[in-house]
């Protein structure tokens, strides 16, 4: 291979920051490593700040906007010098987008805030609108459907990207879900706080799940996709979750949340 | 009305179990929703029409003191009265005065959210005077006792089995389940009411600075007999309500109409201005207006002045999931749904509004449909930021995001008490990638199962590959 | 007193005294009132603001019966009036109505006064015609009492073809005309008859107001 063609291509790479998120990080590492396969498929390099923790939204949502503001400068400290931010999570990336909301105008962070949340994407909206690249590949093959967890869809937009990203995935049916726009019902420490509610509104979305007859659940925002899932399973209802990122990644060894290869080897 | 908000989650888990509650609230997801939905899709304009109502509501906000005094001073033109009314009580007393001069013994009353607010009918029935609702549903739930579970659709609670059980015993008629006969039977009761009240008491969705007109937004005409057959008509509104003109009230009725019912134009709309001109057959001779503040003007430049643009068009309530789980009742007072979680800490205080603000997932939907865009997530989060600061917040979960921030402040503490919990998770799950039952966290696995990590932290393993050089 | 504590809670909130900049922006309000962004469904030629007219009504549920000359309406009302089993019209006194030879009606009676509970229909002139959403403006003056608009089970409407608007802004400058500035006591803004979905969300005709509206366009 031509060494300055390799330079240049890195050269030109854009420099990607992964945010984590805290529960792909605790929960689906797959799905953190799906977005860091697609970013350099993309075209990106991709590193993983040290500093980052979580985007502080469980602050944020309980009226502590204190321990939020000191979150958002570790965040933005973290991700400074970053082309772009990506996270597998509408939530996430729309909480790095309300940190100017911390900070008074005045205040050097407010400036800090504002790049960073111009820098800050959800992963299938960084593909599809900032760099173009929806040359996926992946053998999945299957019947799914498709949730819009509320952050990304009505924060950020995320709506048709990642459709755009699995038509391009010639085994995949998608059959839209009733309702895919209306909430899960998890709602962070609302889920928690109001079980009854919660469990109302999830009940609801597994209903509307079933009833589409696909085979698999994808999302896009892992906390919507952990309360769907324990759901499903709680109930009996035979259908795979994975975030949307495994598919596209081509990343789907990994048994489906909630379940073990135990189980698969079970269904087979 | 009595404050019921901080039972606010044992009446929603009772109003989750009610099978004829549930039936009903179906019809409010399967009803507004779509019905907005193709009202805006006929009119292209439509959210054009959203940016401008916001920016002249905020102008109005900004001079909201200047339209109210040329408000009055229209309305004294021709011949009407104003009333400044500082809190709930200074209008209950103001209204009372104005029927004893009436000698007022019946007082018909069109659709009023405000007279709600300042629990007017309890009181003028302890003092003597009988409040009539007119409206088909405020008269369906005035007979039965109980007070409006939404704010444009008063008995949406209801059955068509609950409506028939209330007439049969209330009209002593044959029990019939037939909607039209239901209507007919209070269509003739009520004609009699109309005639025969002293006072009529209206609401009004906008005042007109620039004529001192109130309006009304009816489909039943019920306000507008309400208003024009006694002898004093009596406006019961409150000081955010009034927009610069005609023009700017036209801009609000386009929207209005379709956020709240999908109608491109609601029955009647009635414009009020004064009493009886000279040579007038039939009006009002005496016409009010009594502008009701209550918290209202301690909103104007707080974290809660975009608030004061809600012109009560119910589109965040019906597209709330909440709300549609719950049903109006739950919320414990006037307001319901998203616009009550919001106003209502404001107007009873945080203390006894905490658990409103909080029953939202922040999902965003009711922001998504108010047609003057009030960022409703946001001002919830406000109130949560003051019950914070009041240290109201529960002790349990003050301690669980005390030591969770302590954490996320402090990467390397965060890694390991991730790495930890993830192999907690792990060791509870077995074999089986999920777990039935985790102690204290009950709310969640009473309820579903918690998946459990697939294997070890994302950085764990990211650090493992950067060491062996991918 | 209440007033001063209001406004003066207002004043504190917006940060202070008022200016006069701020009165004088008040005043240009109101007094340019000029039109917030009119819809172009609207906004058409007449034969179009007609047809949009006639439809948007149509829509509301009115009743629209289109004649010739107003001197048509006596008998037009004979045969609607028939149908219905109605035998006294409850009339508004506007002189385009009262000059007009009432002899086609058989059996039948004109009363001029307002309206009580128990009238079976009446008859108004409407002012005009807004076609973006098919609905009739009226107003009260001496000839034309509110109750005819309310009260009676059929509200019959003349409106002519000329009067009709494309959009509520039109409205409200040729009002402003008509009255010289100065606003009825009542405005009526009347799209379609009567109705309510308060019991379980199920529409029904004939609330509290007119059960029919039937517009005669001349
Ligand atoms: S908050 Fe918005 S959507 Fe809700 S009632 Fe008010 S104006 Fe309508």
Not at chain 3, 25 to 44: D, E, M, S, Y
Not at chain 3, 138 to 143: F, V
Request: proline fraction near 5%; charged fraction near 20%; hydrophobic fraction near 40%.
């Amino acid at each position: 291979m031509n060494e300055t063609i390799i330079n240049q291509t890195t050269a030109k790479a854009p420099v990607v920051g992964l945010f984590v998120t805290c529960l792909a990080d605790l929960y689906r590492p797959e799905i953190a490593f799906a977005t860091v396969k697609l970013l350099e498929l993309a075209g990106c390099k991709v590193e993983v700040p040290e500093q980052q923790t979580c985007c502080g939204q469980p602050a944020f949502n309980s009226g502590d906007r204190q321990t939020t503001a000191d979150i958002a400068r570790q965040t933005i400290e973290a991700f400074d010098g970053f082309e772009y931010i990506v996270a597998p999570s509408g939530s996430c990336i729309g909480m790095l987008h309300h940190y100017p909301e911390l900070f008074e105008r005045n205040d050097p962070w407010f400036e800090r805030a504002m790049s960073l949340k111009s820098r800050a994407f959800e992963i299938t909206q960084f593909l599809v609108d900032v760099i173009d690249f929806t040359a996926i590949e992946s053998r999945f093959s299957g019947h799914v459907t498709y949730h819009d967890s509320c952050a990304g869809l009505r924060e950020l937009g995320v709506k048709q990207q990642p459709r755009t990203l699995l038509q391009q995935l010639p085994g995949v049916k998608l059959t839209e879900l009733v309702d895919s726009e209306v909430c899960c019902g998890f709602g962070g420490t609302f889920c928690v706080k109001y079980p009854d509610i919660s469990n109302r509104m999830v009940s609801d979305k597994s209903t509307n799940i079933a009833n589409t007859g696909a085979d698999t659940l994808l999302g896009g925002d892992l906390g919507c996709l952990l309360n769907m899932a324990g759901k499903l399973k709680r109930e009996g209802i035979r259908v795979d979750v994975r975030h949307v990122v495994e598919l596209l990644a081509d990343m789907t060894s990994q048994p489906p949340l909630a379940s073990s290869s135990y189980d698969l080897a079970t269904k087979v | 009305m009595q404050i019921r908000t901080p039972e606010f989650k044992e009446s929603a888990r009772i109003a989750l179990h009610d099978v004829g509650l549930q039936k009903a609230l179906g019809n409010v997801k399967n009803g507004f929703p779509g019905k907005r939905a193709a009202a805006m899709a006929r009119l292209p304009e439509f959210d054009a029409l959203r940016d401008q109502a916001r920016d002249v509501k905020n102008h109005v906000i900004a001079h909201l003191d200047l339209y109210l005094e040329q408000f009055e001073a229209k309305v004294l033109e021709n011949g009407g009265h104003v009333h400044w009314c500082r809190t709930s009580e200074d209008a209950r007393q103001t209204i009372l005065k104005i029927c004893r001069e009436q000698n007022a013994r019946t007082v018909t009353k069109g659709k009023s959210m405000v007279t709600e607010e300042i629990n007017l009918n309890e009181f003028l029935e302890q003092n003597g005077i009988q409040p009539i609702e007119t409206d088909l549903g405020e008269y369906i739930i005035q007979l039965r006792g109980e007070h409006p579970s939404h704010i444009i659709a008063p008995a949406i609670h209801l059955n068509l089995e609950d409506v028939a059980d209330t007439f049969h015993a209330h009209h002593h008629t044959p029990r019939s389940v037939d909607p039209k006969v239901l209507m007919q039977e209070a269509r003739e009761r009520l004609r009699e009411k109309f005639a025969a009240a002293d006072v009529g008491i209206t609401g009004a969705n906008f005042l007109v600075a620039e004529t001192g007109s109130s309006i009304i937004v009816t489909n039943e005409g019920n306000g507008d007999l309400t208003q024009i057959l006694p002898n004093t008509h009596i406006v019961v509104t409150s000081i955010e309500k009034v927009v610069p003109t005609l023009e700017d009230m036209t801009l609000f009725l386009r929207l209005l109409a379709r956020s709240a019912t999908g109608q491109e134009c609601s029955v009647y709309n009635t414009l009020s201005t004064g009493g009886r001109r000279p040579g007038d057959q039939d009006g009002p001779e005496n016409f009010h207006v009594v502008l009701v503040d209550n918290g209202r003007s301690d909103m104007v430049g707080n974290d809660f002045q975009d608030m004061l643009r809600c012109i009560r068009c119910a589109a965040c309530m019906n597209h709330c999931p909440v709300y549609g789980a719950v049903g109006g009742h739950s919320y414990g007072w006037v307001y319901p749904g998203p616009m009550g979680s919001v106003l209502t800490p404001q107007m009873i205080g945080i203390e006894q509004g905490a658990l409103l603000p909080n029953a939202s997932t922040f999902c965003g939907k009711c922001e998504s449909v108010c047609p003057v865009h009030i960022p409703l997530p946001k001002l919830m989060r406000h109130w949560r930021e003051k019950e914070f600061e009041k240290h109201l917040t529960p002790r349990t979960a003050r301690w669980g995001l005390g030591g969770w921030a302590f954490m996320a402040r402090r990467p390397a503490l965060y890694r390991k008490f991730s790495a930890l919990s993830n192999a907690a998770l792990r060791l509870m799950a077995g074999k089986k990638g999920y777990i039935r039952k985790i102690p204290m966290v009950g709310a969640w696995t009473d309820w579903r199962d918690m998946p459990a990590p697939s294997g070890k932290t994302f950085m764990q393993q990211w650090q493992e590959k950067q060491r062996s050089g991918h | 007193m209440s007033k001063a504590e209001i406004l003066g809670n207002i004043r504190r909130g917006l940060g202070g005294k008022i200016t006069d900049e701020a009165r004088a922006t008040v005043k240009n309000r109101i007094q340019a009132h000029a039109p917030n962004l009119i819809p172009a469904r609207g906004q058409l030629p007449a034969a179009e603001r007609l047809a949009l007219f006639i439809n948007m009504a149509r829509e509301s549920a009115a009743e629209l019966i289109e004649l010739n000359d107003l001197a048509d309406l006596p008998a037009a009302l004979d045969q609607h009036m028939q149908s219905l089993g109605i035998t006294e019209l409850i009339m508004a006194q506007d002189k385009c109505l009262t000059s007009l030879d009432w002899s086609p009606l058989q059996n039948k009676q004109t009363t001029q006064r307002v309206s009580q509970v128990g009238d079976l229909a009446s008859l108004t002139t409407a002012f005009l015609g807004i076609a973006e959403t098919g609905t009739l403006m009226l107003y009260s003056r001496a000839e034309s009492p509110t109750t005819l608009n309310f009260l009676p089970d059929t509200h019959y409407v003349v409106l002519r073809r000329e009067d009709i608007v494309g959009v509520y802004e039109d409205a409200w400058n040729q009002l402003r005309e008509e009255t010289g500035g100065q606003m009825p006591r009542t405005v009526n803004l009347i799209t379609g008859p009567s109705r309510s979905a308060d019991i379980e969300q199920t529409l029904q005709m004939g609330a509290h107001g007119p059960r029919q509206l039937v517009i005669y366009l001349i």
